[in-house]
């Protein structure tokens, strides 16, 4: 039987699962449809439990405030044009959209608007880490059903497995370094950081990489 380090161990890439689609990004099996929902509402859970514990909002959230405040956007469009940034920044990197990008802005979106009432709004400092620190897990294996699903990952997820692709660089290390950048941009443009901003930049690349593992280990063969 496996130790627990072996199963915490983190993935180096994206692992292939019995869920995962064929070629076509946009030719869903019964299987893969329903990775990609699941993951996608684990997705929006998490963030749903960052937003809840009102210890800072994610890296990209910090980076659409830092283009709010000097373009006069709001948040809602300066997110909506760094999603396409993000997708122009694919080409190079030869990603192709599928269903998963178009369904991940309006499953995520729904569950963030009905999940986060359900999570506790904590004061004491420590309440708010464990809960990002829980965000963060979910988070993790949010994406990790949803990316294996192979259907098309969202803007900023086709940035890390295309990054991951071409580079050969491990992929929860790209993800990390794709957080900070973004952090630390946003915060230079006038973006607020939190703890939890701080704790989700470090951790979620981890995250995710560790959820690839064990979804790899745990998946029929």
Do not use: C
């Not at 076509?24 to 997705?43: C, D, E, Q, R, V």
């Not at 990790?144 to 969202?154: D, E, K, Q, R, V």
């Not at 071409?166 to 370094?177: F, L, M, N, Y």
């Not at 989700?200 to 280990?217: K, N, P, Y």
Request: hydrophobic content about 50%; charged content about 10%.
């Amino acid at each position: 039987m496996a130790s627990l380090s072996e199963w915490l161990r983190p993935h180096r890439t994206v692992p292939v699962t019995p869920w995962s689609a064929g070629e076509s990004n946009w030719k869903a099996t019964p299987k893969s449809y329903a990775a990609l929902i699941f993951g996608l509402w684990l997705f929006g859970t998490g963030e749903a439990a960052l937003v809840a514990a009102n210890a800072g909002v994610s890296p990209w959230t910090v980076f659409a405030q830092g283009i709010s405040k000097q373009t006069g956007l709001s948040i809602g469009w300066s997110t909506f044009f760094i999603s396409l940034a993000a997708l122009t920044l694919w080409i190079p990197l030869k990603r192709k959209p599928g269903l998963g990008t178009v369904m991940n802005i309006f499953v995520i979106a729904f569950t963030l608007q009905n999940m986060i009432p359900l999570f506790p709004e904590p004061t004491n400092k420590l309440l708010q880490i464990i809960q990002v620190l829980v965000g963060v897990v979910i988070v993790g294996f949010g994406s990790a059903f949803y990316i294996t699903s192979n259907l098309g990952p969202g803007p900023r997820d086709g940035l890390m497995t295309g990054i991951h692709f071409r580079t050969g660089i491990r992929v929860g290390r790209v993800r990390t370094g794709i957080e900070a950048t973004v952090l630390v941009v946003g915060w230079l443009l006038g973006g607020t950081v939190g703890i939890g901003t701080v704790i989700f930049a470090v951790l979620v690349g981890q995250s995710i990489a560790m959820a690839f593992g064990i979804v790899s280990r745990i998946s029929p063969r």
